[in-house]
């Protein structure tokens, strides 16, 4: 769901529509894909955060985050645990054990795009 309350730029409404249309996107091509199975979850958030756009460096810095130096990823990771860790079937130690376990699959997974925005 996307609220205007909580959202003031347009470029702010795309990134959460794009983020969204990625879990779609990954819901219809997995046929086996299991949101209770931490791993299933941590691959498409990782995809999600990466392609959406979320953690290019403006954002973060608007979020209070400054890192010259593998900002995107540190910020995908953090966004990541943070969603897979609100998961009920996730554990804090699980959510990042799963998160580990596929980063470099996900992370490098761009479909249904060329590359990575």
């Not at 347009?10 to 086996?32: F, G, T």
């Not at 949101?35 to 756009?53: P, Q, V």
């Not at 990771?77 to 554990?91: E, T, W």
Request: net charge negative.
């Amino acid at each position: 769901m996307v609220c205007s309350n909580h959202m003031t730029f347009q470029d702010e409404v795309d990134q959460v529509v794009i983020h969204e249309l990625i879990h779609a996107y990954d819901d219809c091509r997995a046929a086996n894909l299991d949101w209770t199975n931490c791993a299933h979850h941590a691959c498409s958030e990782i995809r999600a955060g990466h392609l959406s756009g979320d953690c290019h460096y403006k954002r973060e810095l608007l979020r209070g985050f400054l890192s010259l130096r593998g900002h995107e990823q540190e910020c995908v990771k953090r966004r990541v645990l943070k969603s897979v860790y609100a998961n009920p079937h996730c554990s804090e130690e699980a959510a990042k054990q799963a998160m580990d376990a596929v980063w470099d699959i996900c992370y490098n997974d761009t479909k249904p795009f060329a590359r990575a925005m």
